[in-house]
């Protein structure tokens, strides 16, 4: 079974700040990784993933996550930030185990305000 | 291509009825996952389909809730006797076939359930 941990439920940040959102989880195997958005009455959008290869991964507007194992981490972040990024920002994990359902698990989400 | 879609977008049932939550995947994809989000919470599995088969439904809460994926037309989340406590944001996600890429799920933009 697996866990995620998101600590930050809320986080303010000005415009063009960086900003970083926090991810932690918990497994007994290998894992994959996903950060998803979730803009304000809309369904979840698929951010960025790790699956394998470079532990640093990078979506097209200029988030990027590294997978950290000894941390057990996939902190997300950006440099500077929009107005419009402002959403729910929710980590989740699936596990890698071959032939095993591939339900995903979501932290309690973290909601980023991203002010003028 | 289209997404994933969901209907109806917002549904009202009094308690005691049946709600019928309906979802088509992407075009190509065979494998669809409910999940569920109760306010203030992140998204928790409910149940992974494939055509015409169950794969997973340990997220399922024993009674009044079923889901099937028939061979032609859309998944359906049923549940029966709809009390208070089902009030909640009810998301369908589908991945595509094959390896490698089973683990990104795409979601649609969620069926809003309120018991009243």
């Known amino acids: 079974a697996q866990s995620v941990t998101q600590l930050d439920s809320q986080v303010p940040v000005f415009e063009e700040a960086p900003v970083e959102l926090r991810c932690n989880y918990s497994?007994?195997?290998?894992?994959?990784l996903f950060w998803y958005v979730q803009y304000p009455n809309q369904g979840l959008q698929l951010l960025l993933k790790y699956l394998s290869g470079s532990t640093l991964v990078e979506s097209i507007n200029g988030f990027e996550a590294e997978f950290n194992k000894s941390q057990t981490s996939f902190h997300l972040r950006k440099p500077s930030v929009h107005i419009s990024d402002t959403a729910e920002y929710f980590c989740a994990v699936s596990d890698r185990l071959s032939g095993s359902a591939r339900q995903l698990t979501f932290g309690s989400g973290t909601q980023l305000t991203v002010l003028p | 291509n289209a997404g994933v879609m969901q209907n109806p977008r917002h549904l009202v049932r009094r308690r005691g009825q049946e709600a019928r939550l309906r979802c088509s995947p992407m075009?190509?994809?065979?494998?669809v996952y409910w999940y569920r989000q109760l306010p203030e919470e992140g998204l928790k599995f409910m149940v992974y389909?494939?055509?015409?088969?169950?794969?997973?439904e340990s997220g399922m809460p024993k009674e009044r809730f079923s889901a099937e994926f028939p061979k032609e037309g859309p998944s359906i989340l049923r549940i029966q006797q709809v009390v208070r406590g089902d009030s909640a944001a009810y998301f369908c996600?589908?991945?595509?076939?094959?390896?490698?890429?089973?683990?990104?799920?795409?979601f649609g933009p969620g069926t809003r359930l309120t018991v009243t």
């Open positions: 075009k190509g994809h065979s494998h």
């Open positions: 389909l494939q055509k015409e088969n169950i794969i997973d």
């Open positions: 996600a589908s991945s595509p076939p094959g390896t490698g890429r089973t683990y990104e799920q795409y």
């Open positions: 497994s007994s195997v290998s894992v994959y």
